[in-house]
């Protein structure tokens, strides 16, 4: 299942990191070349026919762009790991339930943006989402613990790529101004993996008031993981 919308609803409750970092922005980015429901039913996928929701990309190729095609069920086989300054987060230690809500949810995965210039980017992401809403209102905040993000401009495949990326401890940091980012100090190591990617990330990051922070972590977004993040069940830390 494509979360989409669910995905429009919590930017809106929650500031991505594009803004410093820049990944893509909802409102001014081209849209994502599938944004339809993704049920149970076949459908023509490139150069195949499957279920829906096995329908996503092929990013075999290295240096060209990843095409639409049918591909595995890997999910559950998802994984982001980080650690910055030693706060480490790692999406292996929470169940994988999935589980579509505004409150209490792991946000975590790889996003492939297709935009229509026919460019494509990766983003690599993560958010212990404590409480997200459907509009962006004063009285009821979007609250979260930590929260990354890391955006491959121009994806071509596998390969080594610069990237913008943003860790935040919580929200709480993030409005007192601790949101660590960087435009480009990021180097990305990907992978194919069963069609989709896999591999490393290590950051150089830095608030706005000059405290620097070093972030390194591992993605794995093989098959249909490569399609949308996963949305788990999660408790948040007391």
């Not at 409750?13 to 409102?27: L, R, W």
């Not at 996928?45 to 762009?65: E, F, I, K, P, R």
Request: a negative charge; charged letters at 15%; one cysteine or more.
């Amino acid at each position: 299942m494509r979360h989409h919308l669910l995905l429009a609803v919590v930017f809106a409750g929650c500031a991505t990191s594009a803004d410093e970092a820049g990944g893509p922005k909802p409102g001014d980015i081209p849209t994502p070349m599938d944004q339809g429901g993704k049920g149970d039913g076949e459908v023509q996928c490139g150069t195949s026919a499957c279920s829906n929701n096995l329908c996503a990309w092929d990013c075999s190729a290295a240096g060209q762009a990843c095409t639409q095609a049918c591909t595995t069920d890997a999910r559950a086989d998802v994984f982001v790991t980080a650690s910055a300054n030693g706060d480490t987060v790692d999406s292996r230690a929470t169940p994988f339930k999935p589980h579509l809500a505004l409150d209490n949810v792991l946000i975590y995965g790889c996003e492939l943006w297709h935009f229509t210039t026919g460019t494509q980017g990766l983003e690599i992401e993560l958010t212990e989402l404590i409480h997200s809403s459907f509009t962006v209102d004063p009285n009821d905040p979007a609250r979260f613990q930590r929260k990354l993000d890391v955006y491959v401009d121009d994806l071509k495949g596998a390969g080594d790529y610069r990237a913008s990326a943003m860790f935040v401890h919580s929200s709480e940091a993030d409005a007192s101004g601790g949101r660590f980012f960087t435009k480009d100090g990021c180097s990305v190591h990907a992978a194919v993996d069963r069609g989709g990617l896999s591999g490393t990330f290590s950051c150089s990051l830095a608030t706005a008031g000059g405290s620097t922070a070093s972030m390194t972590g591992q993605f794995a977004c093989p098959g249909n993981g490569l399609d949308s993040p996963n949305f788990v069940s999660w408790t948040p830390a007391s």
